[in-house]
């Protein structure tokens, strides 16, 4: 997909729409619809690379607010059962969701103790680190599925975005956009 494609996403036409569409999309299998589909059906693909002795890893990466559906929790109680040491989930851990905090919406904490409870190797990051999130992929354990939790700071580098949920569905235009590339340039 070319990058200068990027340039439509979220807009009127566009099929790079908010929610993730497998239509035209190089690299997308299926579309989720609802957050939180897209773990357990990695779940499942995970558990048929098992099957087939498939030598592959698959990764899922998904927002914290995600953790408020049922279908994950089944999903992650699932995984270490069947032993699926080829799977990956990364957690982006902004703590933020929709319209409030994920702690305001429905508490996540502990969170770590509750991925270890389930029997997932766990390794807790700044996921603003790529070196760091690099690392800790490459920290599989036999017999158990990884979870990384990416502890991160939505719009981060840029003053007026960090840690505000105003962000969560908006995109900066005008003076807006420039402010922000600019402070992301002098970062």
Same mark, same amino acid.
């Given at each position: 997909?070319?990058? /200068?494609?990027?340039?439509?996403?979220?807009?009127?036409?566009?099929?790079?729409?908010?929610?993730?569409?497998?239509?035209?999309?190089?690299?997308? %299998?299926?579309?989720?619809?609802?957050?939180?589909?897209?773990?357990?059906?990695?779940?499942?693909?995970?558990?048929?690379?098992?099957?087939?002795?498939?030598?592959?890893?698959?990764?899922?990466?998904?927002?914290?607010?995600?953790?408020? /559906?049922?279908?994950?929790? %089944?999903?992650?109680?699932?995984?270490?059962?069947?032993?699926?040491?080829?799977?990956?989930?990364?957690?982006?851990?902004?703590?933020?969701?929709?319209?409030?905090?994920?702690?305001?919406?429905?508490?996540? /904490?502990?969170?770590?103790?509750?991925?270890?409870?389930?029997?997932?190797?766990?390794?807790?990051?700044?996921?603003?680190?790529?070196?760091?999130?690099?690392?800790?992929?490459?920290?599989?354990?036999?017999?158990?599925?990884?979870?990384?939790?990416?502890?991160?700071?939505?719009?981060?580098?840029?003053?007026?975005?960090?840690?505000?949920?105003?962000?969560?569905?908006?995109?900066?235009?005008?003076? %807006?956009?420039?402010?922000?590339?600019?402070?992301?340039?002098?970062?």
């Amino acid at each position: 997909m070319p990058v /200068e494609k990027l340039k439509t996403h979220y807009q009127d036409g566009s099929d790079l729409s908010g929610h993730v569409s497998h239509k035209g999309i190089p690299g997308v %299998e299926f579309s989720t619809g609802s957050l939180g589909h897209g773990f357990p059906v990695a779940t499942g693909m995970a558990l048929a690379a098992k099957i087939n002795r498939d030598k592959h890893n698959i990764y899922v990466l998904m927002s914290d607010g995600e953790c408020d /559906e049922g279908s994950n929790w %089944e999903a992650a109680l699932f995984a270490p059962h069947h032993k699926l040491d080829n799977l990956v989930v990364i957690i982006d851990r902004n703590k933020l969701q929709s319209i409030h905090s994920t702690e305001d919406t429905l508490s996540l /904490e502990p969170f770590v103790d509750k991925w270890q409870a389930f029997g997932w190797n766990v390794v807790n990051v700044d996921g603003h680190d790529h070196q760091k999130l690099l690392d800790a992929c490459a920290s599989m354990v036999t017999g158990k599925p990884l979870c990384i939790v990416a502890n991160t700071i939505k719009g981060k580098g840029v003053s007026f975005m960090e840690d505000n949920i105003l962000w969560h569905y908006r995109s900066p235009q005008g003076e %807006e956009y420039n402010t922000a590339m600019q402070e992301l340039n002098n970062a």
